[in-house]
T-cell receptor
Framework: GAVVSQHPSWVICKSGTSVKIECRSLDFQATTMFWYRQFPKQSLMLMAT?????????EQGVEKDKFLINHASLTLSTLTVTSAHPEDSSFYIC?????????????FGPGTRLTVT | GDSVTQMEGPVTLSEEAFLTINCTYT??????LFWYVQYPGEGLQLLLKATKADDKGSNKGFEATYRKETTSFHLEKGSVQVSDSAVYFCALSFNQAGTALIFGKGTTLSVSS
């Protein structure tokens, strides 16, 4: 099946620093990738939709200058949390939708645990 | 707007018990419906899906039927195992490029031996 990887799987950073999270589709091309945030024991909250070669579309309430998204190729999207603060600590999950053949499934990465101290 | 509502957990069962996790949706149009599972410390995995009314998705002993008349997609398993302990998410999506999944809040299942 289709595989999506995320790197790093966990990261600890100091308040005020920036952290970049990578999301890769390993065996398929993804025109569109999605970034979600999951709080403990809660559902996934869509943060933004990442489109290859164009600007990301952010959900209401998500600061685009704080959560920078770049989708430079059909297999890679990155999320950079800028000037991180403890309230940004969370589990960040990406998903990718296979662009070929009209497939509807989204494949999820294993997630990145961010802890800001 | 479009939304998914699923029963609140946690659901606690003994091994070999019957499982039902209710899921209903509200949507304009005709979405595809999904169940995802998240095992402890892992990412989400697609468990099963259905793309149109009366479709039945099945996988690993789990089943769910797309009921348009009741806007439901309840997850069932006849005999749960300890290894089924996880968080289960019901979700919907439209078959359009760039459309994200809309998730329910998740239901935690705990199975004891």
């Amino acid at each position: 099946g289709a595989v999506v990887s995320q790197h790093p799987s966990w990261v600890i950073c100091k308040s005020g620093t920036s952290v970049k999270i990578e999301c890769r589709s390993l065996d398929f091309q993804a025109t569109t990738m999605f970034w979600y945030r999951q709080f403990p024991k809660q559902s996934l909250m869509l943060m933004a939709t990442s489109n290859e070669g164009s600007k990301a579309t952010y959900e209401q309430g998500v600061e685009k200058d704080k959560f920078l998204i770049n989708h430079a190729s059909l297999t890679l999207s990155t999320l950079t949390v800028t000037s991180a603060h403890p309230e940004d600590s969370s589990f960040y999950i990406c998903s990718a939708r296979d662009s070929s053949g009209g497939a509807i499934e989204q494949y999820f990465g294993p997630g990145t645990r961010l802890t800001v101290t | 707007g479009d939304s998914v509502t699923q029963m609140e957990g946690p659901v606690t069962l003994s091994e070999e018990a019957f499982l039902t996790i209710n899921c209903t949706y509200t949507a304009t149009g005709y979405p595809s419906l999904f169940w995802y599972v998240q095992y402890p410390g892992e990412g989400l995995q697609l468990l099963l899906k259905a793309t149109k009314a009366d479709d039945k998705g099945s996988n690993k002993g789990f089943e769910a039927t797309y009921r348009k008349e009741t806007t439901s997609f309840h997850l069932e398993k006849g005999s749960v195992q300890v290894s089924d302990s996880a968080v289960y998410f019901c979700a919907l999506s439209f078959n359009q490029a760039g459309t994200a999944l809309i998730f329910g809040k998740g239901t935690t299942l705990s199975v004891s031996s």
